[in-house]
């Protein structure tokens, strides 16, 4: 699996200092991190494969004396180190940026809330993967895309519509009541258990899929 985690590395290099320019820069023009850190999240999965579709990297990596379980760990292991490392990264630029940086107008990261966004991006992260490892390159990208641009509304209309039936608005507001007072409590295990999910639905369709 190292082999496999030092190949995503490589490859992903333009991405990483892409994060390590961009993320700095923002501040010095105060703009809060966040948005870079959405972009990262937005175009991590999309790099994560991207690379390995154009170069036909599965087959060959295949073809080699690693099994198919491996290649899947490696994606999901791969994903967690670089997003802990890039979000680690961007809690000390905040940090910093906050200390030397006097005109900024947004309020510092909390470690609660830095840690909260972690796990989010976590979990939006893996439920992609799945859909990169089952459909073309093309497709899962266009899935990505539009889902993450018409995804909210089509929820917010849909939770909207629900309330009118069964007040679910109710149970939503308690729900996010039960996360600002117990954070860690609900997120950590809600995280563990979508990247799961997702590892044991990639899992299922890579030792399916026809690589031919």
Known sequence: MKALLKKDFLLNQSFIWTLLLMLPLSYVINVSGMPVMVGIMLGFVIGL????????????????????????????VYSIIFMFLAFLYYYFVD???????????????????????????????????????????????????????????????????????????????SFIMIIKNRPFLVMIPSTIVVIFISWFISLRIFLKKDLT
């Open 49 to 76: 494969f991207y690379y390995d579709n154009q170069s036909g990297m599965h087959k060959f990596v295949v073809s080699l004396p690693i099994t198919r379980k491996e290649v899947i760990h490696a994606k999901y």
């Open 95 to 173: 940090q910093i940026a906050h200390m030397v940086l006097n005109y900024l107008d947004h309020e510092p990261l909390t470690f609660t809330s830095w840690f909260m966004f972690y796990l989010i991006t976590l979990m939006v992260i893996t439920f992609y993967i799945p859909f990169y490892v089952k459909f073309t390159f093309m497709f899962a990208f266009i899935f990505q895309i539009i889902s993450m641009v018409i995804g909210p509304v089509v929820l917010a209309g849909f939770v909207i519509w629900l309330d009118v039936k069964t007040n679910i608005l109710d149970y939503i507001n």
